[in-house]
């Protein structure tokens, strides 16, 4: 059997610390309420963790309540962590736990996440993602859990510089992982591209002799078939390389913005 390996991360504050959202602070001095000059500004989907510094420290948590002009564009965590839901304009509120005193305002803009500007494909890569999207479109059951049809996934320039590097990297050097020679992860390849990610996962294969084979092979396998079918997953990068003796490395690189 051919090898295939697959790998899934989320965005998450709690276990990808190393990924964790961007932070806007602003420092407390007595007097007025202390207003951010500039909207903070994010695109939908995006979080931010705000946080308010008084008297020199960083107020915790527990000491905070945060609250949201408008919950329907930017909802906020009671760790302060702020969500765009939608686009519009809304201003997030610290005040402090007892007192009620605000502390703090963050006034925020959401903006809709720029378009995908498409990957070249050539014949085969191309293929990869016709079949692909012709998979999603059926509805598949991977292992014991069925999916219902999904939206097709639209080719991204900045996944497609990710797995193309990755691919052309394990053909060059004859490996087969996630994991790069260099130690990069799938997270360290997508944010050297520049893509701003909410979630993402990598399918990879090799030695498979066209489109339909690889395809297939990720298809009869559960976890490979699980980011296929993902619905979450609206972008995509293919990456195809050969080695010096005619092995081809396959490379899917899935995004979420």
């Not at 007892?98 to 498409?118: D, H, N, Y």
């Amino acid at each position: 059997m051919r090898p295939v390996a697959f790998i899934v991360l989320s965005l998450s504050v709690l276990t990808l610390t190393a990924c964790a959202p961007r932070t806007a602070r602003t420092t407390v001095i007595p007097g007025p309420v202390q207003t951010e000059v500039r909207p903070v500004s994010l695109g939908v989907g995006q979080d931010m963790q705000l946080e308010v510094t008084l008297n020199g420290r960083n107020v915790p948590p527990n000491e905070l309540n945060w609250t949201s002009s408008d919950a329907r564009v930017v909802s906020v965590s009671a760790g302060g962590l702020a969500r765009a839901a939608t686009v519009g304009q809304a201003s997030v509120r610290a005040s402090q736990t007892g007192s009620g005193r605000i502390l703090a305002e963050f006034p925020m803009q959401v903006t809709a996440p720029p378009p995908a500007t498409p990957q070249r494909l050539d014949a085969l890569t191309g293929q990869v993602l016709e079949l692909t999207n012709a998979a999603r479109a059926r509805g598949q059951k991977c292992g014991s859990q069925n999916f219902p049809p999904a939206p097709p996934l639209n080719s991204e320039a900045r996944l497609g510089l990710a797995a193309q590097g990755h691919a052309a990297d394990m053909a060059a050097l004859n490996y087969f992982s996630h994991t790069s020679r260099d130690g990069r992860a799938l997270k360290d390849r997508i944010n050297a591209a520049g893509y701003g990610w909410r979630s993402i996962a990598e399918n990879i294969a090799a030695g498979q002799k066209d489109a339909q084979e690889v395809v297939t092979g990720w298809l009869n396998s559960e976890g490979h078939c699980h980011n296929l079918m993902n619905a979450d997953y609206r972008e995509l990068g293919i990456g195809l390389a050969q080695n010096a003796g005619g092995k081809l490395y396959w490379v899917q690189d899935f995004g979420t913005r």
